[in-house]
Every structure is written in C-alpha cells, then in structure tokens.
C-alpha cells in the first residue's frame, strides 16, 4: 500500500493500515495552510485509491498541533543577528497587522526578554500550559530565560531540550496567530525538535556576510531543505557600517555575501540590515526600532512584509 504513495508525500504519511478494502492513512499535516491539506489529503485518497483491492480511502490529518503558522529565524553561526531580527520583524508584524508571538528557543543566550522589554517577566501557568506574557510592543513572548536560570539549560541534553520547547510552543498564546521561533544558532537538539513536534511552516535564515557565517548557514538551510521545511529567504545583517562620526561607510564583514549566496542556493534574498549602533542601542533597551519609522525601522518592516505575504500565501 506505502508504494502507491509518491516519495514527496510519504516523509508525511505516519502509517498506513488497510483492512477489509479499507485503507486508512495518518497523515502530517501540522504547519500547512488548508488549501496544501486539502491537496494532500486528495493526492493521497486518489493514489491510494488507485491500488487494487481498495474500496475505501480514509485520511486522517494530524493538524491539531500548530493551528497557527510557524517561522523559526535560524543561523548557522552565533552573534549573526538571529534574536535581534526576530525580535524586530516580530514587531514590525505586529505593526502590520499580525498578532505575533515569539517563542525564544535559544537555549543557550535566551536575548528576547531584554529585546522585548518583559525582562524579569515570570510567566503564570494556567492548567497545564504557560500563559504567554504580553510585551510594550503588542507582541506576546515565552522564553527559554523565563523559565530558567541564565546559564543553567546549557547542560541539558535532547529529551529536556523538546519538554522545555513543547512548554513554550504549545502555551496559552491567546489570540495569537502567527509564532516566530527564535532558534540557537546551529543545527542542535532545538533543532531536531522543533522539527519533529513542531513543523515549521517556514523559515527566514540569517548571516552577515562573511565567508564563514555563510557557510554556516548553508549548513542551516541544508537541514531544514532535508526536513522539508520551506525556506522564506535568506537575510543578511551587519551589511555595511556608516561611521557616525566621519560618516565613511566601510564593509566590517566584507559586501553582499549573502545575495550571492542566495543566488547560488536558488533561495530567495529578503534583504539587508546595516550595522548600526542605533540597532544594537535600541534593541539593547527594549525598544527594537522595527516597531517604528526611523530610517533602520523600514529595513525590518521591509522584511516583515515578505513574511507577511509568505504567510498569507500558506493561508490560501
Ligand atoms: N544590524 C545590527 N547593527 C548593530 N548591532 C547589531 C545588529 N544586529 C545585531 N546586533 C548586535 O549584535 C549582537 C548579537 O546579536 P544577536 O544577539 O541578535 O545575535 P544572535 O545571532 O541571536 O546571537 P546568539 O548566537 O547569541 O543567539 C547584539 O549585541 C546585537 O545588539
């Protein structure tokens, strides 16, 4: 019975029994919109339905879990930027009409409380799940610093890892309908469980332009390509450095790696972030500039309206 099933659809399908001409098929449809449920439910009733001997084709879709759209914002390499562009397209989101929020998955330097300004912040539990806290800027947030000590989850290993993940995806997110998932850098246990429990419906990955972050982050994409998750683009922060004083502009991490590396990987380029001290001063005090419109503010809104439509075209 697997056979009838293209090898595009089968890393979807859970099991397969069939019994008395009727086959009965689970199937992963967590992350999709409904019309790509839709789709795959046909194809796999129609394959299916083709084998001889089948008289009936029942599909199951698990689709409960991430009833709202997933982006994780990943990086092969640290202190690329990762947690400050989510913090700021999370905002600029929110700006343009999403209600956002943002699951702070870095294990290792949870950042989002103190870009989000809910620092000190404890989450109430409320039943079994978390309630997400609200932030200054209309985004909800829970974050792996919330629920430990700075420091102490480096230790932890891949089970303690997907628990304290699934707390934070699966909490009380109100109204929410659109999660951004700040990833650690790499392609660790946060990783493997996001993407096991959690299918993202996207992802927007993040390097400066340099060489070796690029090579990093090809190693990023390479595991969400394998887990079939779909790439939003490629960003490239710290492009380019205007001095404030003499007003030279310099290239720190060299010039437009990260385009190119878009064009030779076939991937989207979403677009590119200065290195600005307004940036790291803004973000630093809770005040992430995409929530306004200065100047650097309009890069991450730019950016968030690619998310926007990549969304919204899952929706359809
Ligand atoms: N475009 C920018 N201009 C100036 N500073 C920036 C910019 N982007 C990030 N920074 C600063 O660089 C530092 C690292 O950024 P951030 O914490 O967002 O990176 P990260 O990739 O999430 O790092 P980590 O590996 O710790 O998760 C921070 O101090 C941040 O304020």
Same mark, same amino acid.
């Given at each position: 019975?697997?056979?009838?099933?293209?090898?595009?659809?089968?890393?979807?399908?859970?099991?397969?029994?069939?019994?008395?001409?009727?086959?009965?098929?689970?199937?992963?449809?967590?992350?999709?919109?409904?019309?790509?449920?839709?789709?795959?439910?046909?194809?796999?009733?129609?394959?299916?339905?083709?084998?001889?001997?089948?008289?009936?084709?029942?599909?199951?879709?698990?689709?409960?879990?991430?009833?709202?759209?997933?982006?994780?914002?990943?990086?092969?390499?640290?202190?690329?930027?990762?947690?400050?562009?989510?913090?700021?397209?999370?905002?600029?989101?929110?700006?343009?009409?999403?209600?956002?929020?943002?699951?702070?998955?870095?294990?290792?330097?949870?950042?989002?409380?103190?870009?989000?300004?809910?620092?000190?912040?404890?989450?109430?539990?409320?039943?079994?799940? =978390? /309630?997400?806290?609200?932030?200054?800027? *209309?985004?909800?947030? +829970? $974050? %792996?610093?919330?629920?430990?000590? !700075?420091?102490? &989850?480096?230790?932890?290993?891949?089970?303690?890892?997907?628990?304290?993940?699934?707390?934070?995806?699966?909490?009380?997110?109100?109204?929410?309908?659109?999660? =951004? /998932?700040?990833?650690?850098?790499?392609? *660790?246990?946060?990783? +493997? $469980? %996001?993407?096991?429990?959690?299918? !993202?419906?996207? &992802?927007?990955?993040?390097?400066?332009?340099?060489?070796?972050?690029?090579?990093?982050?090809?190693?990023?994409?390479?595991?969400?390509?394998?887990?079939?998750?779909?790439?939003?683009?490629?960003?490239?922060?710290?492009?380019?450095? +205007?001095?404030?004083?003499?007003?030279?502009?310099?290239?720190?991490?060299?010039?437009?790696?990260?385009?190119?590396?878009?064009?030779?990987?076939?991937?989207?380029?979403?677009?590119?972030?200065?290195?600005?001290?307004?940036?790291?001063?803004?973000?630093?005090?809770?005040?992430?500039?995409?929530?306004?419109?200065?100047?650097?503010?309009?890069?991450?809104?730019?950016?968030?309206?690619?998310?926007?439509?990549?969304?919204?075209?899952?929706?359809?």
């Amino acid at each position: 019975m697997r056979q009838a099933i293209p090898a595009e659809l089968s890393d979807l399908v859970r099991s397969v029994k069939f019994d008395g001409g009727v086959a009965t098929i689970i199937a992963d449809a967590g992350g999709m919109g409904r019309s790509a449920a839709a789709q795959l439910q046909r194809e796999l009733e129609q394959d299916v339905g083709a084998v001889e001997g089948v008289e009936e084709v029942r599909v199951a879709l698990m689709a409960d879990k991430p009833s709202r759209p997933i982006i994780v914002v990943g990086s092969g390499k640290g202190g690329v930027g990762k947690s400050t562009l989510t913090a700021n397209l999370a905002v600029a989101l929110a700006k343009l009409g999403h209600k956002v929020g943002v699951v702070d998955a870095d294990i290792y330097g949870p950042s989002q409380p103190t870009l989000l300004d809910v620092q000190g912040e404890r989450p109430r539990a409320e039943g079994q799940k =978390l /309630v997400a806290t609200d932030s200054p800027h *209309g985004v909800k947030v +829970l $974050s %792996m610093g919330q629920l430990v000590e !700075p420091g102490r &989850a480096i230790a932890w290993r891949g089970p303690m890892v997907g628990n304290a993940l699934s707390q934070l995806v699966d909490g009380d997110w109100g109204d929410t309908d659109l999660l =951004l /998932v700040d990833l650690p850098p790499g392609t *660790g246990d946060v990783q +493997l $469980s %996001m993407l096991k429990n959690n299918k !993202p419906s996207g &992802a927007v990955v993040v390097s400066t332009p340099q060489d070796l972050a690029l090579i990093d982050a090809t190693r990023a994409i390479d595991l969400f390509r394998q887990a079939k998750v779909p790439i939003v683009g490629l960003v490239e922060n710290m492009a380019g450095y +205007l001095c404030p004083h003499c007003g030279e502009a310099s290239d720190p991490f060299g010039q437009g790696g990260a385009r190119k590396a878009a064009e030779e990987l076939d991937l989207p380029f979403l677009g590119q972030v200065p290195l600005a001290m307004e940036i790291r001063a803004a973000s630093d005090a809770g005040d992430p500039p995409g929530a306004g419109d200065s100047e650097h503010g309009q890069h991450f809104v730019a950016l968030a309206a690619q998310v926007s439509a990549f969304v919204k075209a899952g929706k359809s």
